[in-house]
């Protein structure tokens, strides 16, 4: 037993200690500055910082900007997720085909947006939608479509963002289903033409159900991914314009790092936290539900 | 091998002895043409070696966070002066009093006041400016004279005349503003007497000088004289004429000669419009000196080097960075250049934000409602009131 123990604690050492002082301490170091009114004085000197109770979560009840940022992280993920998903698929079902060409092509420049840094990303966004001297505009105008100011109009802002998240998002979500859609064996489609159903029907009732693992784990990775929304708005529009793009993560960055509330910004976290507990937890229930 | 080790630690500790490093953070551009002045400080006094660590403007300030929460800060920081209320707040920097009493090249007088003014924190004196900047305003000479101005607008009547009459053109405009900038939007206050916060830290905003600001602020976005999307690229707008004239600072001279040539000559820059005064934004960097440096003779040496109005030309040599002693002012490559000698004569009319720790949350907030305002989905008493109180509750 005892070579047991040493041989695990050498194997899982590292990872685990990696582990405990990034990821442990820190969120328990947050959680316990939520409760304090950690800011710019105490920096310098911890003894600055004062325990205040759920203050911090009370201020936040009342503050407009949180509510917004809620709001506009929900609005992202509400759009967003539904067209991750069907793109994904939709990609993944057209490369699955005997008949598509160029499939290494198409697989490697529909993956590349994902492993792309996003601040490069950010920089050649913000050219295509410059409302003067970007791309879009002008492929918009050869249409005699009127060109929209993407970036700095708050209607179209947030949009603006969601295409670029649900463009980057595909990749690897597409890959899943792909490999899903490959284990799915083909006697299942020929019986199913044998009773007569066409493709839709195929569709709904072959392909959907037998990718159900597949949409479970893009579903919850998709709503915890998307409600810490923050390196696309940072890079594009810093939660501009008129808050419109300010997501909570973006919030708490800016409670945090701008403005040296760091016990507000911890509350922030919490919250976020709290509620993609709850979120994921609902998806995990009405996964064995519909079991 | 026990007599290697024992030789090759008492050498290290000779040098240590005879020689110290002084460790410079500075930012930029500066940091990369930082190590042709630091030569000289290195010959002057031998056996000190200067390390310069460049950090980029788009991450420096968090590494100064972190700095200081770990800790772990140089000797001497290049900070700009919109920074140090924040980190003078938290305590990092060293109390420079008792070197300035001592000092025969560094004194308050040396220095421009809006300048000065950011080097101090309740009431002590925690940096020495290095260079400064102003804003200034910048216009193309040919299109101002097709509508009618052959010199440069000089007061807020003529700017809106001659904005509105540039805006006339087809699908062009005569100026462009931020929405939320308030290093843009803060001068017009002044020049107009009012102010956000006044030395007391009262609240001003609800004075009828600061409400005429916004609105003549707000009127060149609700006239369509200023695009709403701001400038696409600066450089291609104001060569273009897109947008013949805007607010900005000294780096812009040669960046805007490098980048548009084909519109030299036909360029110049103009002191702010006069409303009461022409007050500017002032910016720059000063040096401040970390609270746990273990060289602080040292370092303070360095500062006064800096200062010294010999460095302070060449450094305006360098990097065309304007000066923040004021006798250097008096050469003639500063006063006869036809660029340069408008930033000075702006200079002794330019003023900075106030150097209070909460001023970031204040500028936050003042910066959020202008944007609301210049684009109409608030007016301006909504404005004043939402200002009066979000700001009453960071200053109680």
């Known amino acids: ?291 | 091998m026990k007599k290697i080790v024992i030789s090759f630690l008492l050498i290290l500790l000779a040098i240590s002895i005879c020689g110290t490093t002084l460790k410079v953070w500075a930012m930029g551009e500066e940091a990369k043409t930082l190590p042709v002045v630091t030569q000289e400080f290195e010959k002057e006094n031998p056996g000190v070696k200067v390390e310069v660590q460049a950090l980029p403007w788009s991450n420096a300030f968090e590494k100064l966070l972190t700095g200081v929460a770990g800790r772990q800060l140089p000797d001497v920081i290049q900070m700009g002066t919109t920074w140090m209320p924040s980190f003078s707040a938290m305590g990092a920097f060293q109390d420079l009093g008792k070197y300035i009493e001592k000092s025969e090249i560094i004194s308050e007088d040396k220095f421009f006041p809006g300048s000065w003014s950011t080097c101090v924190y309740k009431g002590k004196v925690y940096g020495i400016p290095w260079y400064v900047d102003t804003r200034v305003l910048f216009y193309r000479t040919d299109l101002l004279a097709e509508v009618g101005y052959t010199e440069a607008p000089k007061n807020w009547d003529e700017l809106y005349d001659a904005a509105k009459k540039l805006a006339e053109r087809p699908d062009m405009y005569g100026l462009t503003f931020q929405t939320n900038e308030i290093q843009e939007f803060i001068p017009f206050v002044w020049q107009n007497g009012a102010t956000v916060i006044d030395e007391n830290n009262k609240l001003k905003v609800d004075e009828p000088n600061f409400k005429e600001a916004l609105d003549y602020f707000a009127r060149f976005f609700e006239e369509d004289i200023v695009p709403k999307a701001g400038s696409g690229n600066i450089f291609q707008d104001f060569a273009s004429g897109f947008v013949p004239m805007f607010f900005t600072g000294p780096w812009m001279v040669s960046m805007i000669h490098e980048q548009t040539p084909q519109i030299d000559g036909k360029w110049a820059v103009a002191l702010m419009p006069e409303k009461i005064t022409r007050t500017s934004f002032m910016g720059g960097s000063n040096w401040v000196i970390s609270k746990t440096s273990k060289n602080k003779e040292l370092a303070w040496k360095f500062v006064e080097f800096m200062s010294t109005p010999e460095v302070q030309l060449q450094w305006y040599q360098l990097l065309k960075a304007l000066p923040a002693v004021k006798e250097v002012w008096n050469y003639s490559e500063l006063k006869d250049d036809p660029f340069t000698s408008v930033f000075g004569e702006q200079l002794k009319d330019a003023r900075a934000t106030p150097n209070i720790a909460e001023w970031e949350k204040i500028e936050s907030i003042v910066e959020g409602v202008l944007e609301k305002r210049v684009l109409g989905k608030i007016t301006t008493d909504e404005a004043i009131d939402e200002m009066t109180q979000k700001i009453s509750k960071i200053l109680k």
């Open chain 1, 1 to 291: 037993m005892k070579t047991r123990l040493s041989a695990i604690l050498i194997f899982l050492g590292p990872a685990l200690f990696i582990m405990t002082v990034f990821i442990i301490i820190p969120i328990a170091l947050s959680l316990l500055i939520s409760v304090t009114d950690f800011n710019v004085y105490a920096i310098f000197d911890w003894r600055n910082a004062k325990f205040i109770g759920f203050q911090n979560f009370i201020n936040l009840f009342s503050d407009e900007i949180f509510w917004k940022a809620l709001f506009n992280t929900f609005y992202a993920l509400v759009v967003a997720m539904p067209l991750t998903i069907i793109f994904s698929l939709l990609f993944a079902l057209l490369l699955n085909r005997g008949a598509t060409y160029l499939k290494s092509f198409f697989r490697l420049s529909l993956y590349l947006p994902s492993i792309t840094n996003t601040v490069a990303i950010a920089v050649v966004w913000a050219w295509l939608l410059n409302p003067r001297y970007g791309l879009l505009n002008w492929f918009l105008g050869l249409f005699g479509i009127a060109g929209q100011n993407w970036l700095s109009d708050p209607k179209w802002a947030m949009p603006s963002i969601i295409a670029l998240v649900v463009w980057k998002a595909i990749g690897p979500n597409m890959l899943l289903f792909l490999a899903g859609l490959q284990n799915i064996p083909d006697f299942l489609y020929e019986a199913a033409e044998l009773d007569g159903a066409n493709r839709w029907k195929q569709f709904l009732h072959i392909t959907v159900p037998s990718l159900r693992p597949q949409l479970l784990f893009v579903s919850v990775m998709l709503v915890i991914g998307y409600l810490q929304l923050f390196e696309e708005p940072y890079m594009l529009t810093k939660g501009g314009p008129l808050n419109s793009t300010m997501s909570i993560v973006l919030y708490l960055y800016r409670q945090g790092f701008y403005q040296f509330n760091f016990g507000y910004a911890s509350a922030v976290a919490v919250v976020l936290f709290g509620i993609i507990l709850a979120l994921t937890a609902i998806q995990m229930r009405l996964r064995k539900y519909q079991e």
